[in-house]
């Protein structure tokens, strides 16, 4: 045994503990406690609407939001927007349609069914307009993004279900707009971000404290901007995540009671075999 | 599927079917009365656990595929449409792509429980070579699956995976062209990837009858590695083997709706949920965790011709494991030191599949080369040689003995638990 | 019926061997297509047309990449550094040895017109970067000079060169 222990040992060090040299590099994003977290998470609705605010307000100039519905807004689950609500946010926007009896296309104004429209026709007018650097879609960028968990945290994680690595980065980037440091090569048109691969990131800081206003009391700064517009984001990217966990619970206690009575009739079968060997 | 049933029909409309198509016959004698080691422990489970995965990723996917569209243009979308609009869908979806890794998780226990037990010696040989083509269809359809969501790394993935054709001298090219249908991963592509992807599981299905035809022509291994002798040493298979399975089998999808109800993405790739884009290299382009000991093994070798053949050589040597290990004894109950040496094959395989998971550069390659060293050794030098010069314990006379003094010393020496 | 050995064919084996054959031909020929469907249809080689680039816009130093075949193609506008560095360069030491001359066309050294995809496991390579000034891949960890020269890493050959001319001092056909 004691061989078997120091051979594992070697194994081991040559796996893991060899290549720690390569380790370092890009800080990792701060964690943020977010409501819809864990087994029983939920998504904060007041969150969602000033996040959906934010976004609005903010990020669609630029990002489009190209798999969501109006309808979305309106939905279990999600900001908890009413039907009617929903109906006159879709009908702020202009959505093309067409094309009519002359050929033509044409707008007109958002119905419940419509997807968000796209802020560019196309990938190539994104780019022209921001500088060769194409705004992302925004749909599923909440799950889309990541950062290296690192062995043994990867381990834990799938006890803790911890999993909100994307939402922890999108804030982080959100708050890591600093001035270079000494000696770094700022490329033209980028902006330097702390968490940003490479550090350029080609989008300007995008939101300034009181740029957005809240009407429900919330601190008006980047940080809870931030945290907002990423548990938007999140439902975006996830929004039948509460009936999922939902279900999950109780396929687990089903599951559970049926291991349960599953085992001791397995024991009363093998009862006369282990009785009369 | 093997011996005379003893089936006796009562019911005429049974008798009159018996002798027509004795169907009922063999289920009874394959799945009910099949005489089963009394003593197989929960690893033996895996077996039906993996049955009834495949089952469940066939149905899951057969549904999906009433969802999806394979075209570049279309792929990513009507996932997500499935994932946000289709009734149910995201949880067939997450049932489908954790079910995948399920299925590895089981077919991987499933080997070491052969490798341990050493269930591929003779008369076993052709139900565990069965078993590795089943073992290489499920990768070949792994992969194929993974590309179908259209992003990036799915398409890199797919770019990566091809390429590996183009090391064979002369032809290499022109096989890679003919996989794609272009001359770059495309739409082409796309579409027969989403063909095979559906015809493989069936071809699976079909080995897998025959490793269960072989299984019952040579009958169960077990953890003495010694042959049933009397029927105390057996148990019928139903109910006695059908309700430790199916216990088990219910833990196991305890794991399988931790993983689809609580951390679905857990086990894929951030990058999958950007869209594919050809012209944009992610900077780590990493495989499903079911396929890293094989890629840290191709990433190990500088030549890339030799590192293909590696990576192939090191799935087609358990082909030969049969004759690669020289030793009488089946079990490593009664091997004391292969069972060191297995776990630490164990811990070398762990170890490559991490190092597949990080960039190939410093240490990481180093570590990298050396384990894939001992990888190919523990086949080509461990293995014969320890049946040679291991001294190994006294086997049990037979199960029936074994259980009996189970807990007890067997002969001279303490039991081994595995 | 067991008259004929193997050592002395007789007719009767002759025809056995002729029926085998002729339905082995058949086999063949019903397999061919079912191969061949899987080749670039018709519409993809159409596609894969040459395609004519100007190179007036490409400042010095510059790297510029164009798409043929779904091929990305670098078109590198070497600075005199970079081509008399890619000149200079000990072929011995070279895992795939090839003057600099035979990567670029006579005349147009300041051109270097390459497929930009790693010989090894087929990624984009990055340019300027590495070593070596030239390319550098990040899948694997490929270093290639400025003349697409494999230098370090596992891809076993140098960047493929795509079939291309000059149509003029500022216009190249790619194909």
Redesign the interface.
């Known amino acids: 045994m004691k061989m078997q222990k120091l051979a594992l040992a070697i194994v081991l060090a040559v796996g893991f503990a060899l290549p720690a040299q390569a380790a370092g590099e890009t800080e990792h994003p701060p964690r943020v406690k977010w409501s819809f977290a864990g087994p029983f998470g939920l998504y904060d609705r007041a969150q969602l609407q000033r996040g959906f605010k934010v976004y609005r307000e903010v990020c669609q100039a630029c990002h489009s939001l190209s798999l969501l519905s109006f309808r979305n807004l309106a939905e279990p689950g999600g900001p908890g927007f009413t039907e009617a609500q929903a109906r006159v946010i879709a009908e702020e926007y202009r959505v093309q349609d067409g094309p009519n009896d002359a050929g033509e296309m044409f707008e007109r104004p958002g119905r419940l069914a419509d997807r968000f429209p796209k802020p560019f026709p196309n990938d190539n007018a994104a780019r022209a307009a921001n500088g060769g650097a194409l705004p992302p879609d925004m749909s599923v960028i909440a799950k889309a993004r990541t950062y290296e968990r690192g062995f043994p945290w990867f381990l834990f994680d799938i006890v803790t279900q911890f999993q909100e690595q994307g939402p922890d980065y999108i804030v982080a980037l959100m708050n890591g707009y600093e001035d270079p440091p000494q000696g770094f090569q700022l490329p033209p048109g980028s902006h330097y971000n702390k968490y940003f691969p490479g550090h350029a990131i080609g989008m300007p800081k995008p939101l300034s404290d009181g740029q957005v206003t809240y009407d429900d009391g919330a601190p008006q700064t980047v940080d809870q901007y931030a945290k907002d517009v990423t548990a938007f984001l999140m439902w975006a990217a996830e929004p039948h995540m509460e009936a999922r966990k939902r279900i999950g619970f109780q396929v687990m206690i089903f599951l559970l009671v049926f291991a349960g009575l599953m085992y001791f009739t397995k024991k009363k079968v093998w009862a006369d075999v282990h009785a009369h060997p | 599927m093997s011996g005379h049933s003893t089936y006796q029909p009562q019911h005429p409309f049974m008798k009159w079917m018996e002798r027509r198509l004795p169907i009922a016959g063999l289920v009874y004698s394959s799945f009910i009365a099949y005489p089963t080691p009394r003593n197989l422990n929960y690893w033996w489970t895996f077996g039906g656990i993996l049955t009834v995965m495949l089952a469940a990723q066939i149905i899951t996917g057969v549904v999906l595929a009433m969802h999806y569209t394979p075209h570049v243009d279309f792929a990513f979308n009507s996932i997500e449409g499935i994932m946000r609009d289709v009734n149910y869908g995201r949880l067939l979806r997450y049932l489908h792509s954790n079910g995948a890794s399920m299925f590895f998780i089981a077919v991987y226990v499933h080997i070491a429980r052969g490798m341990y037990y050493g269930s591929y010696k003779e008369p076993r040989e052709v139900l565990w070579i069965l078993g590795v083509i089943i073992y290489l269809l499920m990768m070949a359809t792994g992969f194929m699956g993974y590309v179908l969501p259209w992003g990036q790394m799915s398409y890199w993935g797919a770019v990566v995976i091809t390429n590996l054709f183009s090391a064979f001298p002369g032809v290499g090219e022109a096989i890679v062209t003919w996989l794609w249908g272009g001359f770059a991963v495309g739409n082409p592509t796309l579409n027969r990837f989403f063909s095979l992807h559906y015809l493989l599981p069936f071809v699976i299905a079909g080995v897998v009858v025959l490793h269960v035809w072989a299984l019952h022509v040579v009958g169960q291994n077990n953890p003495t590695g010694v042959e049933p002798k009397t029927d105390k040493d057996t148990v019928a298979f139903t109910p006695y083997a059908t309700v430790k399975d199916a216990f088990f089998l219910i833990c196991f999808f305890l794991l399988y709706g931790w993983f689809v109800f609580y951390i679905p993405n857990y086990l894929g790739h951030a990058d999958n949920y950007i869209p594919a884009n050809p012209a944009v290299t992610p900077a780590h382009i990493v495989p499903e965790w079911y396929y890293l000991p094989f890629y840290a093994i191709l990433r190990a070798i500088p030549d890339k011709l030799m590192g293909v053949l590696a990576l192939g050589g090191s799935i087609l040597i358990l082909a030969f494991l049969p004759w690669l290990d020289t030793s009488k004894v089946r079990s490593a109950r009664y091997r004391p030191l292969y069972r060191q040496f297995f776990w630490i094959f164990i811990a070398t395989v762990v170890g490559l599949g991490y190092l597949g998971s990080k960039p190939p550069e410093g240490g990481y390659v180093i570590a990298a080369r050396i384990l894939t060293i001992y990888y190919f050794a523990h086949f080509l030098i461990v293995l014969p040689l320890l049946g040679l010069f291991e001294k190994t314990k006294p086997l049990p006379n037979s199960i029936s003995e074994s259980v009996l003094k189970d807990g007890e010393p067997i002969g001279a020496s303490a039991p081994a638990k595995g | 019926m067991t008259s004929s050995t193997a050592a002395e064919p007789n007719r009767r084996d002759f025809l056995y061997i002729a029926t085998g054959a002729v339905g082995a031909v058949g086999a063949a020929a019903v397999a061919w297509p079912l191969?061949s469907q899987?080749?670039?249809?018709a519409s993809?080689i159409a596609a894969?047309a040459p395609i004519e680039v100007d190179l007036t816009p490409i400042a010095d130093g510059q790297v510029i990449?164009v798409?043929w075949?779904?091929?990305?193609i670098f078109i590198n506008h070497r600075t005199a550094k970079q081509i008399k560095e890619a000149q200079d360069v000990n072929l011995a030491l070279l895992p795939d040895p090839q003057p600099d001359s035979e990567r670029v066309k006579k005349g147009h050294e300041q051109w270097q017109v390459l497929i930009a995809i790693c010989?090894?496991?087929?990624?984009?390579p990055l340019a300027h970067q590495g070593e070596y000034d030239g390319y550098f891949c990040?899948?694997?960890?490929s270093v290639y000079d400025t003349s697409g020269r494999i230098r370090q890493?596992?891809?076993?050959l140098n960047l493929a060169l795509p079939p291309y001319e000059f149509l003029s001092d500022t216009k190249i056909k790619i194909g």
Do not use: V
């Not at chain 3, 010989?119 to 984009?124: Q, S």
């Open positions: 191969i899987m080749n670039p249809d993809t894969g990449k798409f075949r779904g091929k990305p010989t090894h496991l087929g990624c984009i990040p899948c694997h960890g890493g596992p891809a076993p």
